[in-house]
């Protein structure tokens, strides 16, 4: 059982250029969530799709956009790089609204320095 | 605006001493959870507190909420090397859309020392 998984687990990117990252989960988890780690600031939410097909805007969105075309699959992408999206990059997934008793569980993160 | 904050940011204890960390928050919510961290790695999660009054233990490390205060504690008793690592609060916002969204404090790094 895989869990949570993010790829890449580290890139580099030039200002201006364009990647997705990708998060793929495998325990049927209806909602999932992408974050940013910086230092001294904790984990903020950038977005979160509450099931295939719909997403929405969390804390920090701006320069970013997702897609949830599969339920397993979660991509944040971003279209112009900027070095203040350097940062460490969380995905999460976790059951629904009525099973709030469990945690959500995250992927081991993507380290993206932007230069 | 959902705000957390967590004190102590920054932690060095001696081993076989106990300490507690301390987790505000800003709004009403009645679910908050906590989560370890260890350096370079994904997130844990070691509690789930859902009501008033809520207490879980594992091990050395023992949680409790206070939601009438807007306040969790994480309680460490007899510290051991091995529970050097940042712990985060996160409260969930719930925003009444059917979401379950958590806004985490800035995480307390603890360091347990011979």
């Known amino acids: 059982n895989a869990g949570v998984t993010q790829t890449p687990k580290f890139r580099v990117l030039k200002t201006g250029q364009s990647m997705t990252l990708l998060c793929a989960q495998d325990m049927n988890h209806e909602y999932m969530y992408w974050y940013r780690q910086d230092p001294g600031m904790g984990l903020r939410l950038i977005h979160y799709?509450?099931?295939?097909?719909?997403?929405a805007k969390g804390e920090v969105p701006d320069g970013y956009n997702v897609s949830r075309l599969k339920k397993q699959n979660f991509l944040l992408g971003l279209e112009s790089a900027a070095p203040s999206q350097t940062s460490v990059y969380f995905c999460?997934?976790?059951?629904?609204?009525?099973?709030?008793?469990?945690?959500?569980?995250f992927g081991d993160g993507t380290r993206l320095s932007i230069l | 605006e959902l705000k957390v904050e967590q004190n102590p940011l920054f932690l060095s204890m001696q081993e076989g001493k106990n300490y507690t960390i301390y987790c505000n928050y800003s709004?009403?919510?009645?679910?908050l959870y906590w989560y370890r961290q260890d350096p370079g790695k994904s997130l844990e999660s070691l509690f789930v507190l859902l009501s008033n009054g809520a207490v879980k233990q594992e091990g050395r490390l023992m949680a409790s909420l206070d939601t009438k205060a807007r306040l969790s504690t994480l309680h460490i008793t007899a510290a051991v090397h091995d529970l050097s690592a940042t712990y985060f609060c996160?409260?969930?916002?719930?925003?009444?859309?059917?979401?379950?969204?958590?806004?985490f404090g800035k995480g307390t790094k603890l360091s347990v020392i011979p």
């Open positions: 999460a997934s976790s059951y629904s609204i009525r099973f709030y008793n469990q945690p959500q569980h």
């Open positions: 799709s509450v099931g295939e097909g719909t997403t």
């Open positions: 996160a409260v969930d916002m719930d925003s009444g859309a059917g979401s379950y969204q958590l806004t």
């Open positions: 709004t009403t919510s009645d679910r």
